[in-house]
């Protein structure tokens, strides 16, 4: 049974903010959010994790539910090679990931 | 500084043919996974290991797919009698083992097609 649901496909203009949702209401009180994105031909990378609190690096910001059951990862500013699927995972430590389908997001010029 | 890598990327073989992909993780990393992907779908977890042990095997498709490794460092995947269900790219992570986050580093994977 899949922890995530996404949405199959999302467009964002170039430049603009990326708001990708994802909801996890079975989530439990020791799992994590996490975020990877797959480039086309290439191998996942990691963006972000975060448990309750909001986080931001470099690459993005997760924005957590206070109730857990939904986040939201933003890309401020999207680049044509911000075009990629976005997976959003929920694990705990010590259990493997698992990725479903993601997002698709195409950044348009 | 070094990540994961794969070798070979592409592998066209033959129907019946075994297969043996390669995976060397980043150096000091204790935990590597396989996954793979066929066309258009989500990632698959195939095994992990922690070490030189893999824990869980449950992911393994069949009996014709098996995995080792060793000196806590190289890994193989081994596909025996490929089919053509077999096709997909087999990506290769690793992570450290023991702390909280486990960040799993990916390699750009094996194209692995059969024909």
């Known amino acids: 049974d899949a922890k995530t649901t996404q949405p199959t496909s999302m467009d964002c203009a170039e430049g603009r903010a990326a708001n990708l949702p994802c909801n996890h209401s079975?989530?439990?009180?020791?799992?994590?959010v996490y975020w990877y994105r797959q480039i086309h031909s290439q191998g996942p990378q990691y963006i972000i994790h975060?448990?309750?609190n909001n986080e931001t690096n470099e690459m993005a910001s997760l924005i957590i539910t206070e109730d857990r059951k939904s986040s939201t990862l933003i890309l401020p500013h999207a680049t044509l090679r911000d075009t990629a699927v976005y997976y959003c995972i929920v694990r705990a430590y010590g259990q493997n990931f698992v990725f479903g389908p993601g997002t698709r997001l195409s950044v348009l010029p | 500084g070094a990540g994961v890598s794969q070798s070979p990327s592409n592998k066209v073989t033959e129907k019946g043919k075994d297969v043996e992909l390669r995976c060397d993780p980043i150096?000091?990393?204790?935990?590597l996974y396989w996954y793979r992907q066929s066309l258009g779908q989500g990632l698959e977890f195939l095994i992990y290991?922690?070490?030189?042990?893999?824990?869980?095997k449950s992911g393994l498709p069949s009996d014709r797919f098996s995995a080792e490794r060793t000196g806590g460092s190289v890994s193989t995947l081994t596909i025996q009698r490929t089919q053509q269900e077999d096709s997909a790219v087999y990506l290769c992570?690793?992570?450290?083992?023991?702390?909280?986050?486990?960040?799993?580093?990916f390699g750009p994977g094996t194209r692995l097609t059969v024909t």
């Open positions: 992570a690793s992570s450290l083992w023991g702390t909280p986050f486990q960040e799993q580093y």
């Open positions: 150096s000091g990393h204790t935990a």
């Open positions: 290991f922690q070490g030189n042990s893999a824990p869980d």
């Open positions: 975060g448990l309750k």
């Open positions: 079975t989530i439990s009180g020791n799992e994590y």
